[in-house]
């Protein structure tokens, strides 16, 4: 057994440790370490080969703290996940070379003060996709629910609006959810899609009033549309968002990037687990990453289940699926699209209990050899 201690008297507890040492007993429910604060002191203790890398992660939280950040429990998920992928990239280099810092990510990420609330990163994946959002004009967001994609992007062109970088917000949908058609919703058009176009409403209310927003939408200054009314549009001097991108073809894909004008911005998000399309392989933003993956100007911010800033319990049913999908044979026809995500293939799910047992020949719960290629319950 070995011990390492951080001193911490400098800091305010509450901001490193959350509440009731939340961020610790999260750091000890991930890895086999024990974690004590006694005067002043953080003391972990445990075999060296856990130690290792709960000392480096609360290392990170430590230099993020010292920045001021409130430590969430967000921010404990990534800098977990990011010590297993760099002692997987230290396995595979044999150096320690090239580690990605928490407390770089959230350097110069812009923050917003609204009417009704700031809006400010929450994970490091969220500064990285700021940032990007006021430096390039087309940026991708993908990745899981609860990740802040859309939200973050509303924030941008609100942001944006209230400072005239543009004169204008469109936000777009397209009309497809799990396969039902809009011809047989009861209403009028506008009955019909309100529906689906719901998600921005909510976005738009929680960052303004209610009669600003009212008083812009009826003049037109911001526009929510399905996607299929922006063909044969050109939109200038504007800041347009398309949602739920990964249920667009590739036709309709091209037809939304091509209807940017001067001096407009494009941000496009989605989750590619959540494809409503007939096929998977149709989906304009599994396709849309190889076409325009390597243009100047244009940003692809992956975002990861430990980016989830909902219930925790979010995040482990992501994590669940994940598992089930990279056993199921029926990706595709589950509506799971492939990413070129850097970070897809080099980091696996953590494994359940059972897996485990399977994989060491020892038997299941039920008491039968386990089966490594059965779904997960």
């Known amino acids: 057994m070995i011990v390492r201690k951080f001193p911490i008297s400098h800091l305010d507890q509450l901001t490193l440790l959350g509440h009731n040492d939340a961020n610790l007993r999260q750091i000890e429910r991930e890895i086999p370490v024990r974690i004590v604060l006694r005067d002043g002191m953080l003391t972990v203790s445990g075999e060296e080969e856990d130690v290792k890398p709960a000392a480096s992660a609360l290392n990170e939280l430590v230099l993020l703290a010292e920045r001021g950040k409130a430590i969430e429990e967000a921010d404990v998920a990534t800098a977990l996940g990011q010590v297993r992928r760099n002692d997987d990239s230290d396995d595979h280099n044999g150096n320690g070379h090239g580690r990605a810092r928490l407390v770089e990510a959230y350097e110069g990420a812009p923050g917003y003060n609204f009417d009704r609330k700031s809006v400010r990163a929450r994970t490091p994946t969220q500064a990285v996709y700021l940032k990007a959002l006021e430096q390039h004009d087309v940026v991708f967001g993908i990745g899981p629910a609860g990740t802040g994609k859309t939200y973050l992007a509303v924030a941008a062109a609100v942001a944006a609006l209230r ?22 919703l009861p209403g009028d058009m506008q009955e ?55 249920n667009t073809t590739v036709r309709q894909m091209k037809m939304f990037l091509t209807r940017m004008g001067t001096d407009s911005r494009a941000v496009i998000t989605g989750d590619l687990t959540q494809i409503d399309l007939k096929s998977a392989d149709q989906s304009g933003l599994v396709r849309i990453q190889s076409i325009l993956g390597h243009v100047p100007g244009i940003e692809f911010i992956y975002f990861h289940p430990e980016d989830v800033v909902r219930h925790r319990l979010v995040r482990e049913i992501i994590h669940a699926f994940d598992a089930y999908h990279a056993k199921s044979e029926a990706k595709s026809e589950e509506g799971v699209g492939e990413s070129l995500d850097p970070q897809a293939q080099s980091v696996a799910p953590p494994q359940t209990s059972a897996e485990a047992a399977a994989q060491m020949g020892a038997p299941d719960a039920s008491g039968a050899p386990g089966d490594s290629g059965g779904p997960v319950a």
Not at 164 to 180: C, F, Q, S, T
């Open 192 to 246: 019909k899609v309100d529906p689906y176009l719901r998600p921005m409403y909510d976005a738009l209310a929680d960052l303004m009033s209610y009669d600003k927003m009212r008083r812009f939408l009826e003049m037109g200054v911001i526009e929510i549309a399905p996607l299929a009314f922006m063909r044969g549009r050109t939109l200038h001097n504007a800041f347009i968002i398309l949602d739920e991108a990964q």
């Open 163 to 184: 400072s005239k970088k543009v004169d204008r917000i469109i936000l777009v949908r397209p009309a497809v959810e799990a396969g039902e058609s809009l011809g047989f």
